[in-house]
C-alpha cells in the first residue's frame, strides 16, 4: 500500500509524484511503457513564455513555474544524481519589420511589470548575437531572458532517479492503492472523451530532428514557427510540426524534411549542420488548451493531470506543487481555467 498511485510516467505524473514523495507520502508510478516512453522522451525541450501582455493565470502560472525551475531542477539533479540538461539559456527571435519593432518595444516595457524584474525582455541589434542571430529582416531581435532549456529525455529519467533515490517506485506493473492521479498522456485524453462522448482532448503530433552542432550555452532561437535549442552534449533540436491528423504515432515524414529544411534557411550557422536523428510523438491537448488539472471528472476519489500541450515541461514544477496541493492536503490551489470543467 502507499499513499499515492501515479498513472503515467510523463512529465506530469513524474512531476507530481516528486511533489508527493518530497512532502514524505509515499508514491508508486506506473506505466506499461516505461519513463518517458511518450512525448516526454522527445528532442526539443523549449521552456518559453508567453509574451508579456494580455495577463492571465494560464501566463501567470507559466510564469510562476519558469521562475521556480532553475531551483526545482538543480534539486532534482542532487536528490537522484542525475543532469536533467537545464539551462536559463534565454531566447532570440527575430523582427521582420518596423511594426513588429513597435511591437517588442512595447512588450518589453510590459515585461517590467508583468515579469517582476525577474527576467527581461529586451529589443537588441541582430548584431549584437553574432553568428548565431537568425535572419532578421528589420535588423532586431528580441532576447529574453526567462526561455529556459533542458533535455526532455535526460529530465525526464533525472526526474524518475530523484524519485527511486527518495524513496518512491517506479514499475511497469503494480498494485493501484491509495490516492490515485491520472496523468496518461494523450492516450488517456482520447479514452476520456470516449467515455464522456464528447471532445474533451486529443492527441496531436510532433516530429523534430536533432543535429550534431555544438552551441551549448548559446541562447534559444525561434522564428518561422521553429524553435531551435542547444543542448549541453552538442547537439541542437529542431522543432517541431502539430499534426492533429496522423496514422502512425511514432514515425516522420516528408514533414519533418521541411522542419529541418526551413531551420536552416532561418538559421545559416547550421547550414551543414549533420541530422543525428528523427523522432515523432504525440503530445496531449486538452480541448481548452490549458493543462487539465485537478479531481477526475470520472472516477470518484480520483485526480487528472493531463494536457500539457507544447508546455509541459515548463508548467512541472507549478503543476507538481498545486497537484500535491490538493492530492496530500485538500487544498485547492489550482487556476479555474485549468480545472476539467474548463474543457467539457
Known amino acids: 500500500m502507499v499513499d499515492v498511485t501515479v498513472l503515467g510516467a510523463g512529465i506530469f505524473g513524474l512531476s507530481v509524484a516528486y511533489a508527493c514523495v518530497k512532502r514524505g507520502a509515499s508514491v508508486r508510478v506506473i506505466d506499461p511503457a516505461g519513463v518517458g516512453a511518450g512525448s516526454s522522451g522527445g528532442l526539443v525541450g523549449a521552456l518559453a513564455p508567453h509574451v508579456p ?3 492571465n493565470d494560464k501566463k501567470a502560472f507559466q510564469f510562476e513555474s519558469l521562475i521556480m525551475a532553475e531551483g526545482f531542477w538543480r534539486d532534482v539533479a542532487q536528490e537522484g544524481g542525475s543532469d536533467p540538461g537545464y539551462l536559463r539559456s534565454g531566447r532570440l527571435q527575430p523582427l521582420a519589420d ?3 519593432v513597435d511591437m517588442a518595444h512595447a512588450r518589453a516595457e510590459t515585461a517590467k511589470e508583468l ?3 525577474k527576467a527581461a525582455w529586451r529589443v537588441v541589434p541582430a548584431v549584437e548575437a553574432g553568428e548565431w542571430a537568425p535572419v532578421s529582416p528589420s535588423g532586431w531581435l528580441v532576447h529574453d531572458t526567462l526561455t529556459a532549456r533542458l533535455h526532455p529525455r ?7 532517479a530523484a524519485i527511486t533515490a527518495l524513496g518512491g517506485e517506479i514499475l511497469r506493473d503494480g498494485v493501484v492503492s491509495g490516492k490515485v492521479v491520472h496523468a496518461t498522456g494523450w492516450q488517456g485524453m482520447v479514452a476520456l472523451s470516449e467515455a464522456m462522448g464528447e471532445t474533451v482532448g486529443n492527441g496531436v503530433k510532433g ?3 536533432l543535429l550534431k552542432f555544438d552551441a551549448a550555452d548559446a541562447p534559444q532561437l525561434f ?8 543542448h549541453a552534449d552538442g547537439t541542437v533540436a529542431i522543432g ?5 491528423e496522423f496514422a502512425v504515432p511514432d514515425t516522420t515524414d516528408e514533414q519533418l ?3 529541418i529544411a526551413r531551420a536552416r534557411a532561418a538559421f545559416p550557422v547550421l547550414a551543414d549542420a549533420p541530422v543525428i536523428e528523427r523522432w515523432a510523438g504525440v503530445r496531449p491537448r486538452a480541448k481548452s488548451r490549458a493543462p487539465m488539472l485537478g479531481v477526475h471528472p470520472l472516477i470518484e476519489g480520483a485526480y487528472i493531470a493531463n494536457g500539457g500541450f507544447k508546455i509541459g515541461f515548463g508548467m512541472a514544477p507549478k503543476v507538481g506543487a498545486v497537484m500535491a496541493d490538493l492530492v496530500l492536503e485538500g487544498r485547492d490551489t489550482v487556476p479555474d481555467g485549468f480545472k476539467p470543467e474548463a474543457s467539457l
Open 240 to 244: 517541431s510540426t502539430s499534426e492533429r
Open 257 to 259: 524534411d521541411d522542419i
Open 53 to 55: 501582455e494580455n495577463w
Open 154 to 160: 535526460q529530465a525526464s529519467l533525472a526526474l524518475a
Open 223 to 230: 522564428a518561422d514557427a521553429l524553435h531551435i535549442v542547444p
Open 115 to 117: 515579469w517582476q524584474g
Open 207 to 209: 516530429q523534430a530532428a
Open 98 to 100: 518596423d511594426r513588429a
